[in-house]
């Protein structure tokens, strides 16, 4: 059974940081590349950033420069350090693998960014 629970969000103001966590249940955390993805209401859930099992990160255009994908794999953990946050990176963000799978889609976090 694999469980992937996100954490982290919150309000902040533009311009402002957020760091979010997802821990990984099961053995598939260790092989498998793992992604962020968020969504807002009305629209498809995106993937924003992704990280390969060795290491290696990619981000979407709108994210590029400002958001940094990390593992810890004696965690089980991803992580999404999110800076220079703005208005239009407010959503519901996911952690799930890429390509994700539909049934290990947590509750994720929601980031509203506003002043």
């Known amino acids: 059974q694999v469980q992937l629970v996100e954490s982290g969000g919150g309000l902040v103001q533009p311009g402002g940081s957020l760091r979010l966590s997802c821990v990984a249940s099961g053995s598939i955390f260790s092989i498998s590349t793992m992604g962020w993805y968020r969504q807002v209401p009305g629209k498809q859930r995106d993937l924003v950033a992704s990280i390969t099992r060795g290491g290696r990160p990619n981000y979407g255009d709108s994210v590029k420069g400002r958001f940094t994908i990390s593992r810890d794999t004696a965690k089980n953990t991803v992580y999404l350090q999110m800076n220079s946050l703005k208005p239009e990176d407010t959503a519901v963000y996911y952690c799930?693998?890429?390509?994700?799978?539909?049934?290990?889609w947590g509750q994720g976090t929601q980031v509203t960014v506003s002043s």
């Open positions: 799930n693998l890429v390509p994700h799978v539909t049934t290990y």
